[in-house]
Nanobody
Framework: QVQLVETGGGMVQTGGSLTLSCAAS????????LGWFHQAPGRERAFVAA????????QYRDSVKGRFTISRDSARNTVALQMNNLEPEDTGVYYC????????????????WGQGTQVTVSS
C-alpha cells in the first residue's frame, strides 16, 4: 500500500512560479513511476511529468518542457514539480500518482493517487 499527499498549490499571476510536492509513504520500489497529472476544470486528468522512483528517468509533456522540472528528494521520500513561467492554461488540480506497470501517460495505469492540490494562474 502506498499513500500520497500533495502540497504546494496556490494562486499566482501569469509568469509566476510554484513548487508542488508529493510525499510518498509505504512500500515504493525502484521501478515504480511517480507521475504528476493536471485536471483542468471540466476536463480529464492529463499527464504532466513522471520520474522513476530511483530517479534514473524523467518524462515530460511537450507543453511543459523547459518550464517544469520533476525531481526526487530521496531523504524525504518526496517528488517535487517545479513550475516556472506559469500560464492561465496551467490552472487546475494537480495530482500525483504511482504507477506500477503500463504506460506512464495514462491515468488508468496508476494504482495510487493523492488528494490533489489546486493551482490557479491569473492573467
Amino acid at each position: 500500500q502506498v499513500q500520497l499527499v500533495e502540497t504546494g498549490g496556490g494562486m499566482v499571476q501569469t509568469g509566476g512560479s510554484l513548487t508542488l510536492s508529493c510525499a510518498a509513504s509505504g512500500r515504493m520500489l525502484p521501478y515504480f513511476v511517480l507521475g504528476w497529472f493536471h485536471q483542468a476544470p471540466g476536463r480529464e486528468r492529463a499527464f504532466v511529468a513522471a520520474i522513476t522512483w530511483d530517479a534514473e528517468e524523467t518524462q515530460y509533456r511537450d507543453s511543459v518542457k523547459g518550464r517544469f522540472t520533476i525531481s526526487r528528494d530521496s531523504a524525504r521520500n518526496t517528488v517535487a514539480l517545479q513550475m516556472n513561467n506559469l500560464e492561465p492554461e496551467d490552472t487546475g488540480v494537480y495530482y500525483c500518482g504511482v504507477r506500477r506497470s503500463g504506460s506512464y501517460v495514462f491515468p488508468r495505469n496508476y494504482d495510487y493517487w493523492g488528494q490533489g492540490t489546486q493551482v490557479t494562474v491569473s492573467s
